[in-house]
């Protein structure tokens, strides 16, 4: 299959075009390096001329109240271009309970990104995953200082990027599901938990101190980040991940 992965220099994109790449398929990376801005629509019609499937894995550049205005223009313009071009099947990458956090700006966003592709002309799909390895340090960052790292106890499931993009390759293969697949880590950790097994793996000696109303995910209700019975679990733990 000719497969456009939009967003396909980032993070779980590249690693998206290698798996597909090597799993035979021709395979188009997307970005505006290549010519192709998602949020103008410029060059995006001749780069999907022909394309059986389009992954969209571009993310808004804020988490604020601009991030819905980025999903509804990007979306627009993706959808207008894969029905032009007769795409039979459009992936997007979303959050395991995003509908469940309408706190923050940045999830209502998703959610938005997600009810565009629902209602909109192509066949879908929806891969949620619950949050990266990769991204711990950045939330830990949020909260701290020189001497303690401030963290609410919400349970989180993480999981590598790698995992994430092996979940988006095997959809964007696959037929549409016209729904959702959730994917998730091995182990549920309280965020503060995740973040203590972070520092000590890196020999950090700062404390980390429970602060339910700490960072952005304090805003997060009970349990509704972590995969459900109908989660896909990923294969790497967090101290492998950190071992590598």
């Given at each position: 299959?000719?497969?456009?992965?939009?967003?396909?220099?980032?993070?779980?994109?590249?690693?998206?075009?290698?798996?597909?790449?090597?799993?035979?398929?021709?395979?188009?990376?997307?970005?505006?390096?290549?010519?192709?801005?998602?949020?103008?629509?410029?060059?995006?019609?001749?780069?999907?001329?022909?394309?059986?499937?389009?992954?969209?894995?571009?993310?808004?550049?804020?988490?604020?109240?601009?991030?819905?205005?980025?999903?509804?223009?990007?979306?627009?313009?993706?959808?207008?271009?894969?029905?032009?071009?007769?795409?039979?099947?459009?992936?997007?990458?979303?959050?395991?309970?995003?509908?469940?956090?309408?706190?923050?700006?940045?999830?209502?966003?998703?959610?938005?990104?997600?009810?565009?592709?629902?209602?909109?002309?192509?066949?879908?799909?929806?891969?949620?995953?619950?949050?990266?390895?990769?991204?711990?340090?950045?939330?830990?960052?949020?909260?701290?200082?020189?001497?303690?790292?401030?963290?609410?106890?919400?349970?989180?499931?993480?999981?590598?990027?790698?995992?994430?993009?092996?979940?988006?390759?095997?959809?964007?293969?696959?037929?549409?599901?016209?729904?959702?697949?959730?994917?998730?880590?091995?182990?549920?950790?309280?965020?503060?938990?995740?973040?203590?097994?972070?520092?000590?793996?890196?020999?950090?000696?700062?404390?980390v101190v429970t602060d339910p109303?700490?960072?952005?995910?304090?805003?997060?209700?009970?349990?509704?980040?972590?995969?459900?019975?109908?989660?896909?679990?990923?294969?790497?733990?967090?101290?492998?991940?950190?071992?590598?």
């Amino acid at each position: 299959m000719k497969i456009a992965v939009i967003g396909g220099t980032g993070l779980i994109g590249s690693q998206v075009v290698r798996l597909l790449t090597t799993g035979g398929h021709d395979v188009l990376p997307l970005s505006p390096s290549t010519g192709v801005d998602l949020l103008t629509g410029s060059g995006l019609p001749e780069a999907l001329a022909g394309a059986d499937v389009v992954v969209n894995l571009t993310n808004s550049p804020t988490f604020d109240e601009a991030s819905p205005a980025f999903f509804r223009t990007t979306m627009e313009n993706m959808l207008s271009a894969a029905a032009s071009a007769g795409v039979g099947h459009a992936v997007i990458l979303s959050i395991v309970g995003v509908d469940q956090v309408p706190e923050l700006d940045y999830y209502r966003a998703k959610v938005l990104q997600e009810d565009l592709l629902r209602t909109g002309p192509v066949p879908y799909s929806i891969v949620r995953a619950t949050q990266f390895f990769e991204f711990v340090d950045a939330i830990l960052s949020w909260t701290s200082d020189e001497n303690t790292v401030r963290l609410p106890a919400t349970p989180v499931q993480p999981m590598a990027a790698a995992d994430v993009a092996r979940a988006v390759a095997d959809v964007a293969a696959g037929a549409p599901l016209n729904g959702v697949r959730n994917v998730a880590g091995p182990q549920v950790f309280g965020l503060d938990e995740l973040g203590r097994v972070a520092l000590s793996a890196r020999g950090d000696r700062r404390a980390v101190v429970t602060d339910p109303s700490a960072g952005m995910f304090a805003a997060v209700p009970g349990d509704v980040l972590i995969g459900r019975d109908d989660a896909v679990l990923a294969g790497t733990t967090f101290l492998d991940w950190l071992s590598r």
